[in-house]
């Protein structure tokens, strides 16, 4: 079954900074790649995602770059603020299979 | 439009009792899957209802077990349960049509002692 990596599993960054963080997968005919961020108590929230037929997506802070070829994708967060504070979660999902998830990044962002 | 529900939030069991969750959707979603989320194996998937049918199975035991009505809501099931059962089990409802996005609701978290 598909196997999706995530990197790192903890990021500290400085307000205003930028956040990377990386996923790669292992079915290369997956074809849908979603974000999650996930607050202290709260279910996950999508914050974007991506299909296989496009190289990136940006929605105003953020964005994500897929590598079809490489089999990874990345999450782009620019001018950090202390409310990205959380813990990030990527995903793949092949077809109409169930979603398999990344072990997640715990973000801090230090103002 | 309202986000997806979950009931109870939480809940607390003792070993071999067992425990049922509810889920509904968003209006107008009729795929509902039920993940289980646990400090060290992440989030895994259990299973997924469309149309008040099984779409896909995770690779938990029998114990778990679910269904869907005509309304799309959905409850899952565990029966006897045992301590690893402990953690916060998440809803997550799919839009209509063939590029399904899923939607989380805030998850019920279930202590087993």
């Known amino acids: 079954g598909e196997n999706v990596e995530q990197h790192p599993s903890t990021l500290s960054v400085q307000e205003g900074d930028s956040a990377v963080i990386k996923c790669t997968y292992s079915?290369?005919?997956?074809?849908?790649f979603p974000w999650y961020k996930q607050e202290l108590g709260k279910g996950p929230q999508l914050i974007i995602d991506i299909r296989s037929n496009v190289g990136e997506k940006k929605d105003q802070r953020i964005a994500v770059t897929l590598n079809k070829t490489a089999k990874h994708f990345s999450l782009h967060i620019t001018e950090t603020q202390p409310e990205d504070s959380a813990v990030y979660f990527c995903a793949a999902r092949t077809g109409r299979r169930a979603l398999t998830f990344g072990s997640g990044t715990r973000l801090q962002v230090q103002p | 439009k309202a986000g997806v529900t979950q009931t109870p939030r939480y809940l607390i069991k003792t070993r071999g009792q067992q425990v049922t969750l509810s889920c509904s959707p968003i209006s107008g979603h009729r795929s509902v899957s039920w993940y289980q989320q646990t400090p060290g194996q992440g989030l895994q998937f259990l299973f997924e209802y469309f149309s008040e049918t099984q779409r896909n199975k995770g690779n938990f035991p029998g114990r778990f077990s679910g269904r869907q009505f005509s309304n799309s809501r959905s409850e899952m099931n565990v029966s006897t349960l045992e301590l690893g059962d402990s953690a916060l089990y998440l809803c997550?409802?799919?839009?209509?049509?063939?590029?399904?996005?899923?939607?989380f609701g805030p998850g019920t978290r279930l202590l087993v002692l």
């Open positions: 997550a409802s799919g839009t209509p049509g063939s590029q399904e996005t899923q939607y």
């Open positions: 079915d290369s005919a997956s074809n849908y």
